[in-house]
């Protein structure tokens, strides 16, 4: 029987206990290593990764491999997919990705096929002959939830690839794999590293010859992290569990008082019984995470000041550290057109609840 996540994130990717050994893995600063040994170049693995690798796996219930950053990982399992195939992608996601699917599409690489995440129907239809499902659940930036289990029903039936980018959720909450999954994939940039400190990606799988052909991808695109990025990323496990409760937790009751804010038209978190994904989330994830969207009133620059007026929350893109960042969305060239322009993600750090509101309250007021 394995251990409780909370126990796994601890213990996962230690070192031999052994008199006198180290508790954690040193960081191995060699780009080559003696011949003969179970290592021999860097780009091909090292010490360090490997048990960054063993801890994010186990939490994941799968064999993990580290990439330099969220976006590598994603090139890989795209580099595996024959040319001209049918893909299927969220019509709303975190913008690198849209980006990279458009790329290829206009290549000629790739026929992709968008749907939005909340629309199960939707995906089963533009499942037909596809090579790969790629979801995202909850999106970024709009939080809509895809039904895991019923996207990977309708992938498997074609015998298509199903991954899921859970950067929003962690292993914490939701865990693809054990919902049919073929892949997950993190930005571990964010949560899991969870300090704004490192770049770096992930895709873990429970199959041994997509982990092994996924390992080539990663040697010859050469997407092989560094040493010290993948140490600061098992750091930063060692405190998911206790940093994922403790930023839910004020998620939850921001959420709650934002929807009470006359300066708010919506707030979109899962964690809500009014969101439209909150059955669906409630019943493949074990919570709602730390990410806070509203959709606020008044003109682009008055919500775009009011981001950049806060003492205490940080005017800042990427998610998931333990400061709170804050952040208009449609500031981005490269988002989405359907992403309103007062729209608002909050991704919810560990400063105290009460400190957050009143400053996050001081913005809100100056756009009534």
Known sequence: MGHDPYTTAITAGRPPAEPGAPMNVPIHLSSTFHAN?????VRDGNPSSAAFEQAIGALEGGHALAFASGIAALNAVLDMVPTGSTVVAPLHAYSGTMKRFTELETQ????????????????????????LLWLESPTNPLMEVCDIRAAVAAGRAQGALVAVDNTFATPMRQRPLELGADLVMHSATKYIAGHSDALLGVLVTANHDLHAELAQRRVLLGAAPGVLETTLGLRGIRTLPIRMDRAEATARELAQRLTRH???TRVRYPGLEQDPGYSTHGGQASGPGAMVVIDCIGSTEAVEQMCGSLAIWVHATSLGGVEST???RARWAAESPDVPAGLVRLSVGLEDVDDLWDDLLLGLNRLL
């Open 262 to 264: 006359q300066a708010v």
């Open 37 to 41: 040994g179970h290592y021999g170049y």
């Open 326 to 328: 804050i952040e208009r």
């Open 108 to 131: 000629g690489r790739l026929q992709v096929r968008r749907v939005p995440m909340d629309d199960a129907a939707g995906l089963a239809a533009a499942a037909a002959g596809a090579a």
